[in-house]
């Protein structure tokens, strides 16, 4: 069973802080991974996918990728109370044509 | 800016009621997708239709379920026979490209009570 795991939270960060969310995955030969952005009652929004390992940045949100050790994150630079959220990550495994979703990390910037 | 819609965006219904859950998918999208998030849980990949078939479904897409383009815009699932557990917010979703390589937009939802 293909597995994508994320610590729920919630995640607590001050505004202007770094916030820092993790993601692991179990298929080894996934290809494409992707974090979308949920609103509590609305649908996922996407923010960032990436493909090779390393860094990739867009804005004040990095995502980083290490296919070595199934790894994933999403750095959030100068936090805002806007970016409460929960953030969740998503694998293509690439031999399938589904997306896996992990449970999310909920995500709270405080004032 | 393009967007997919859904309607409903509540529907309440009796255990064993058909529903009919509709989206109108970005106009050049090609591929269209079915997502549903039981609340609390996870989203969870329904099916992916393309070309005017399906591509791929999950285990959750029994029987019961159905998916037809019956125009050039619509998109829809149904369910023939809803059961409690069909109780959950449905997502439409569509892309450009195949689901390894582009982008899914997803549309504000269908939430589905069954009473």
């Known amino acids: 069973q293909k597995e994508v795991e994320q610590n729920s939270g919630p995640l607590s960060v001050p505004e202007g802080a770094i916030a820092s969310l993790n993601c692991t995955y179990s298929?080894?030969?996934?290809?494409?991974f992707f974090w979308y952005r949920q609103y509590s009652g609305k649908s996922p929004e996407l923010i960032m996918f990436?493909?090779?390992?390393g860094d990739k940045e867009d804005g004040r949100f990095t995502a980083q990728l290490n296919k070595a050790s199934q790894y994933v994150s999403l750095l959030i630079r100068d936090s805002q109370p806007s970016d409460s959220a929960t953030y969740l990550c998503?694998?293509?495994?690439?031999?399938?044509?589904?997306?896996?979703f992990g449970q999310g990390t909920t995500l709270q910037v405080k004032p | 800016e393009p967007e997919v819609t859904q309607t409903p965006s509540h529907q309440v219904t009796q255990m064993g009621q058909e529903v009919i859950l509709r989206c109108v998918p970005i106009?050049?999208?090609?591929?269209f997708y079915w997502y549903r998030q039981i609340l609390g849980q996870k989203v969870e990949f329904l099916v992916s239709?393309?070309?005017?078939?399906?591509?791929?479904k999950s285990e959750i897409f029994d029987d019961q379920f159905s998916v037809e383009r019956p125009d050039g815009s619509n998109f829809t699932l149904k369910i023939r026979s809803t059961k409690l557990e069909d109780s959950a917010m449905y997502f439409c979703?569509?892309?450009?490209?195949?689901?390894?390589?582009?982008?899914?937009?997803f549309g504000e939802g269908s939430r589905l009570t069954v009473l």
């Open positions: 979703a569509s892309s450009k490209e195949g689901q390894g390589t582009g982008e899914l937009f």
């Open positions: 298929d080894r030969g996934s290809q494409s």
């Open positions: 990436i493909y090779s390992n």
């Open positions: 998503a694998v293509f495994p690439g031999n399938t044509g589904k997306l896996i």
């Open positions: 106009s050049n999208h090609l591929y």
């Open positions: 239709f393309y070309n005017n078939e399906i591509s791929e």
